[in-house]
């Protein structure tokens, strides 16, 4: 209860140092990832699409991963569950939509055939959990070997291309310039996931004081908030021309999403899917994927026009979450 000394704005001055404090550490901590991974992939003879699928697709869900885990040893799986479909959803329209709006993103679509064939099953597999209602334990561990398997394979993939004589990107076999970047990498990921625990809390903090459904919360604010180093680290991939490691970012960390924080969420703590995800928000996500795929196969990547169109599609979809 609030006394009479006490300003009216108090809180929201507090939430809105939250919010700045996280937008301020977002977007320091993109800036040093993408200059990290890029670097180890250079050093290691990797292309930066797998560097983008690994690094910074798998680190930039860290924050996805610590919000569905508290979230469902809260018993509130409504956020936990909407954090996981929201930011796929979110990483699609959003940010990639976002990033071809800035810079066209060009890929062969041989180069990323495996891939998309990954993201496809890991939103089928998650259609199955959502439709099923419950993910339990032993599904969570297979959720989790599935994604031992996937980066098993692209691992091989590059090996064995490297090995076919497939042009690499020049190599620059420096180690001790190895750790630097390896440190660029993780000090990267460490200020983005801060920053979005910031902004993350502030956002919350604002929702929940204007009475907002948990699963709104969980599919919008929350997972905007987690996939603010995404977004970050896509803008900041796209400016500075590498393309590719914004869309192996989104890709990893779609199927990190899935495989990986559903199957470690659901091994700690069995998750009760919310039936309104099932009803609405995956056949968004499986609609967002096919779309995707659809333009990476048939153009060879996204263009300005197609990230416009996403952007609006996202911006019709919240919109229907927040008035309906």
Known sequence: MRTSAEPLGGDQVIT??????GLVFLAFGGEILVRGAVGV???????????GLVLVGFGTSTPELVTSLIAAMRNAPDIAVGNVVGSNIANILLILGLTAAITPIYV????????????????????LAVVAGFIDRWFGLFLLALLGVY??????RERS?????VTRPPVDRDWMRLGQFALMTAAGIALTVL???????????LAEGLGMPQRVIGLTIVAVGTSLPELVACVVAALRRHADVALGNVIGSNIYNVFGILGITAAVSPIRV???????????????????????????????????????????????????
């Not at 809105?16 to 404090?21: V, Y």
């Not at 992939?41 to 560097?51: F, H, I, K, Q, Y």
């Open 151 to 156: 980066v098993v394979v692209t691992y091989l």
């Open 274 to 324: 919310p039936p309104e995800i099932a009803n609405l928000d995956i056949w968004v996500l499986l609609a967002a994927t096919g779309l995707l795929a659809l333009f990476l196969r048939t153009g060879g990547g996204l263009k300005r026009l197609e990230g416009a169109g996403f952007l609006l599609a996202y911006a019709a979809y919240t919109g229907f979450l927040l008035l309906a």
């Open 16 to 21: 809105s140092l939250l919010i700045i404090g």
């Open 41 to 51: 992939a250079r050093v290691l003879g990797v292309s930066p699409l797998l560097s």
């Open 195 to 205: 920053g979005a625990r910031l902004l993350v809390g502030g956002a919350i903090e």
């Open 108 to 127: 062969r679509p041989q180069a990323i055939g495996r891939d998309m064939i990954a993201l496809g099953a890991s939103s089928v597999i998650c259609l």
């Open 161 to 165: 291309h490297e090995a076919g004589g």
